[in-house]
Every structure is written in structure tokens, then in C-alpha cells.
């Protein structure tokens, strides 16, 4: 079985830009979570998506964004990117949510903002 | 806010020995806890898992402890390989029926392994 895929695996942007990451999860896993890892702030919890719908949001600006498609694949997405956007932004799928399945991750989109 | 920290940022361990590393939390709402191994270049991967009714659950050479009196958890890697250096993170869950999950990860500790 096919692990979580993440797209593409390093990006490049400039400030003010926007950028949107691709994440496919694990077959027959409908919750999709994305992370921001740091080397300042460790890893942070942004979002989770559940049957397209948002259901648990992180301390983050309204600048970061994602969406959750019919077929689990799941989008995020940031606006007019600042310097300290830069990361790695991990995607993580689970079967379920709030039942204590483990989340599993995929090797991450490096984004650096310049 | 509450957060789940590290004891020790680095742990250097010799093959063969086996390798404690522990964490702290601090929620105790908190209900389920689990163990990362995050390699250079990759995302964090799934070692072993352990729910608050439990306090001690075993893998392939790898133990978790879970004492919620104290709020520490640990992880016990025997006869330690070349294989397992990486930052090992603990993360812990808080499910909310209404609201979905979230894991809050601790800082990680560098494991390096000498042959």
C-alpha cells in the first residue's frame, strides 16, 4: 500500500507570492493533516480535513488555508508568503478522526521563501 | 500554553546498549500518545502507540511507559542499531468528539548511535 505522497517535494517562491502544496493520503484514509516543522518551533499543527470538512484549526493566520477533495486528496494553500513561511510542511492521513488511529506522514514539501 | 518537552536534546548511545528517551507532558486531558523516528530528508515515522488506559505497551524492540501520575512517558529502544539515529519525537492527542484531533508534538531528542 502506497504511503502519504506529497507534491512537490521542494519549492522555491519570493515573498508576496502564493503557493499551493498537493497531499494524497494513505488508500481508504479520510483524514488528511497538515504540519509546519521548524527548526525554531518544532512541529505545528495547522489543520485537519475530514469528509471535506475543516475540523480542527491551528494557531496560524488566515493566510494559510486548505481544502479536502472527494477523494481525501487534500490542498493547502498560502498567501502573499512571508520570509518566515519558510519550512517544511508535512501532510499526515489517519483512517479516521477523534478515534486514536496513528497519523501517518509523508517526506514533506520544503518550501523557502525568499 | 501546554506543550510536550524533552528531557535531553541528544542522547549518544553505543550498538548493542539500549536507549531510553523520555518526555514530559503536561495536558492531562491528553488520551493517546505516540512515538515518531524522523530521519534526515524524511517525514516523521510511526514507531509505537499507547492509549491513557494502558501503561506499558511492547513492540519489536521498541517499549513504551506511559505514567500518567507524573505525566512521562518514555520509550525503550533495546539492543540499539546504527539504523536507529534520528530525532525521535513524542507527540500527544487530544480527541474531541465535536471537534476532531490534533497532536502536539514535543521538541525531539537527537538519538546517535556509535558503532
Known amino acids: 500500500k502506497a504511503g502519504v505522497t506529497q507534491t512537490p517535494r521542494y519549492l522555491i517562491k519570493t515573498r508576496g507570492q502564493q503557493v499551493t502544496l498537493s497531499c494524497s493520503p494513505i488508500s481508504g484514509h479520510r483524514s488528511v493533516s497538515w504540519y509546519q516543522q521548524t527548526p525554531g518551533q518544532g512541529l505545528q499543527f495547522l489543520f485537519e480535513?475530514?469528509?471535506?470538512?475543516?475540523?480542527n484549526k491551528g494557531n496560524f493566520p488566515g493566510r494559510f488555508s486548505g481544502r479536502q477533495f472527494s477523494n481525501s486528496r487534500s490542498e493547502m494553500n498560502v498567501s502573499t508568503l512571508e520570509l518566515g513561511d519558510s519550512a517544511l510542511y508535512l501532510c499526515?492521513?489517519?483512517?479516521?478522526?477523534?478515534?486514536?488511529?496513528?497519523?501517518?506522514f509523508g517526506n514533506g514539501t520544503r518550501l523557502t521563501v525568499t | 500554553g501546554e506543550s510536550v518537552g524533552l528531557h535531553l536534546p541528544t542522547l549518544s548511545v553505543q550498538e548493542g546498549d539500549n536507549s531510553i528517551i523520555n518526555c514530559a507532558y503536561s495536558?492531562?486531558?491528553?488520551?493517546?500518545f505516540i512515538w515518531y523516528k524522523q530521519e534526515s530528508g524524511k517525514g516523521p515515522q510511526f514507531i509505537i502507540d499507547?492509549?491513557?488506559?494502558?501503561d506499558k505497551r511492547q513492540g519489536q524492540r521498541v517499549t513504551v511507559l506511559l505514567n500518567k501520575t507524573v505525566k512521562h512517558l518514555s520509550l525503550q529502544i533495546a539492543a540499539t542499531q546504527p539504523g536507529d539515529s534520528a530525532v525521535y519525537f513524542c507527540?500527544?492527542?487530544?480527541?474531541?468528539?465535536?471537534?476532531?484531533?490534533?497532536?502536539?508534538f514535543g521538541e525531539g531528542t537527537q538519538l546517535t548511535v556509535n558503532p
Open positions: 507527540a500527544e492527542n487530544i480527541n474531541l468528539e465535536t471537534s476532531g484531533s490534533r497532536l502536539t
Open positions: 499526515a492521513s489517519s483512517l479516521e478522526t477523534g478515534d486514536n488511529s496513528p497519523l501517518h
Open positions: 480535513y475530514f469528509s471535506e470538512t475543516q475540523r
Open positions: 499507547i492509549r491513557s488506559n494502558m
Open positions: 495536558n492531562s486531558a491528553s488520551d493517546y
